[in-house]
Nanobody, 123 residues
Framework: QVQLVESGGGLVQPGESLRLSCVASPGRIFSMNAMGWYRQVPGKQRELVAAVRSGGGTDYSDSVKGRFTISRDNAKNTVNLQMNSLRPEDTAVYYC????????????????WGQGTQVTVSS
């Protein structure tokens, strides 16, 4: 079972930036099919924010395209989410997710989850 630990959440004002990080253990993220970030607000379903697949391809929700960037640092076994131009509607608990299957097996199936980190955007 992959363990995921997120960091980097906090309180920021609209228009500011935050960088979330997620460290995976055991295993190496470059040997996993995909890594992703989800978010959830009370009363709503968890939604995919961004994902990076084993070939390096990325996917983003329409609401964050052009503002958020997902990246992998294989040397640090970390996946990051750079969030710029934050808006109040980005306020949520953000979860790191992993599809630990072998690379290139197909559509991501996220099976492992972190504990979540709170992001609050408010003036």
């Amino acid at each position: 079972q992959v363990q995921l630990v997120e960091s980097g959440g906090g309180l920021v004002q609209p228009g500011e930036s935050l960088r979330l990080s997620c460290v995976a253990s055991p295993g190496r993220i470059f040997s996993m099919n995909a890594m992703g970030w989800y978010r959830q607000v009370p009363g709503k379903q968890r939604e995919l924010v961004a994902a990076v697949r084993s070939g390096g391809g990325t996917d983003y929700s329409d609401s964050v395209k052009g503002r958020f960037t997902i990246s992998r640092d294989n040397a640090k076994n970390t996946v990051n989410l750079q969030m710029n131009s934050l808006r109040p509607e980005d306020t949520a608990v953000y979860y790191c997710a992993a599809d630990p299957r072998a690379p290139f097996v197909g559509k991501p199936d996220f099976q492992s989850w972190g504990q979540g980190t709170q992001v609050t955007v408010s003036s």
